[in-house]
């Protein structure tokens, strides 16, 4: 009887598809098996598409739709379904097909980790629909919450700290011109209804996301925090520190609860700083700009396209005061330091590898004219990315990098020192300053070493591998031609070598070449360090720098700071310590005056090896060598050797 029921189309078109996807697969037999277990009937779903037949009004008959106008009819349809709570949606900015792939990689990166990477199978999104802007989902769900927690936070904190301010200071914060008074009335302004709002939004939507679902909330978010960022990221927490000051030195004050919120407030904003005007930057320049900007070069080049984009104006942020001049005749002073010649080995130099070698004991500075292989030291301490590693010790790009980062740690110090930032006579480079190298500074092993050198590297290298003659195709010779010249370009001015093809290829940096910044910090520091020198027992006011005689301060500790904490004893935290700015600044300066003279001087070892040794070779196959064992005793050999140090001053003094 159950198979007697004529096949009539009972279900609309689709049903039977979405039950197989609840239940699985079931084929016509089984179904049948079913029934006779189970009872009930088999039905059938309807074949025809309503939208392909037309009833003609006023009568019984049905008209045929043409097939092209049925396929018209299933196009408006999924575009409907796939364009679901997206009607009226803003449009991304036409942009050049390079930077395009430019801000697309940027994006699948793991630093930023915005869209998805399939490797090699990435080619597959442009077969989708925007498939080339889908978002990882991830990212929307649980990254961007994340977001909007700590601003919250942040902004909760700094609310609090206006509300336990003692009545007169809080009339200072609602009627002050300083920075930190506007800073204070501006984030206690800020609400987050419409970044939650925008975020709900997008939550609504269907997934997969795409970027143009982000622009409501990133556009909501940058009006928040572009209001401040222009003044400077690195200058925030001083603001807030000063905050905490003038409210602790009031009678009464509740001091360990104002350093808590204080210690809070700087801890929200550097996960700001670094995890969400940086994190998000590639969704915002993909937004409002038609050229690829590293960051944070981004945000000084596109200042207008950005402001445009959030709707502020110059004068909605919150932007530092120009110093003053000072007298004529202080300026005279400072231009009596004697100016280092660019390069010279001297007394700084081997003072500078003599702090080396008490930094990081038996790392090889002491040996430096016979390339020591600096990767098993410094690999496990600063985590280089992949080029860093094939990198021959006789490559002098090895040491560069090394002391690069080593300095790179020291600015984050420097950071918080107070330049006043006055152009000495003796500086060359127009309109360079200490302000921007130190936001500069990392954009040299980031931008120009790792994605100028290590990206062609990695490719040369994993070639010669599977293919022992590479090096002697056209391609190969283009690329070690190419690297050759990124090394003159950028770290080695003296660097000489045989072009192994015509072609130059272009300088793609957006900064002055380090040899050149390098130069010039050489040279600023030591007038700053020379006044600093010239008034250590009366610590009297420097011309260039507001604060050399505050214990200085790391905000984030790094493999820098718990060294130089031993060797100052940073643990004095009065008037008289030694872990003082201008201290900072002096052990600063000499380990600028070796870079300098590694790179900048011409009878350097680094010009002493031959230019063709780029990569490491195996001993075993001569095939590229792409790591060797890393060390893990560097703590314990600086301890042995602080111990060490004890133990001969001791002895000295006996």
Known sequence: MGNSRPKTADWAPGTLDRTRKAIGNIDEAEAEKMTKVLGGEIMYERTSNPSSSKKIKGTGRLMRQSASSVQKDVMNTQTQNSG?????????????????????????????????DYGLFNFIKYFQTNGHEQIISEFCTFTMKMHIENLQSFITVVKTLIQIAPASYKAKIANGTEPKFKFLRMVASWTLQGIK?????L???????????????TRSVYRLLIQVYYYGESKIP???????????????????KLSGLAKEAITQWLYIQNEIIKKMYPLLMRMCSNTFEEYPDF???KVADILKFVGLHKYDLLLQEKPKEPPAEEKAKERKAAVPTKGVKDALVTTGISLLNQLFPQAGFDNLENHPDLYPYFQPLYKFADGFNVLSPENPLQVTVVLLRIIEDFFQGCRNIDFINIKDASEKDEGDSILKVLDDWSAYRESVFERLYCSPLNDLVNQIYSQKD??????????????LWQTNYHFLPNFKFEQLILDRPADES????????????RKYLTSVVSQCDSLVKTHGDVTCVRNPWEHYKFDIPNEISKRIDILLGAQNKSANT???????????????????WWINNPESPAYMTSPRHIYRISAEDGKPQFSVQERNDQNKLFADEIRAAYQRKSAEQK
């Open 84 to 116: 679901k709570g997206r009607k009226h949606q803003e449009e991304l900015i036409v942009i050049p097909a390079k930077v395009n792939s430019l801000i697309d990689k940027l994006m699948m990166s793991d630093e930023y980790g915005i869209k998805p």
């Open 197 to 201: 709002l925008t975020y709900m939004d």
């Open 203 to 217: 939550l609504n939507l269907t997934q997969p996301y795409y970027v143009t679902d982000l622009i409501p909330y």
């Open 238 to 256: 001083k603001l807030i520190k000063e905050i905490y000051a003038d409210e602790a030195a009031y009678p009464d004050a509740p001091k360990d």
């Open 299 to 301: 945000f000084k080049a």
């Open 470 to 483: 590479f090096e002697e195709s056209q391609f190969g010779k283009k690329l070690i031609t190419s690297l």
């Open 510 to 521: 957006k900064y002055p070449p380090l040899f050149k910044r390098t130069d010039f910090v």
């Open 578 to 596: 030694n872990a003082n700015n201008a201290n900072l600044l002096k052990y600063t300066l000499c380990i600028i005056s070796v870079l300098d």
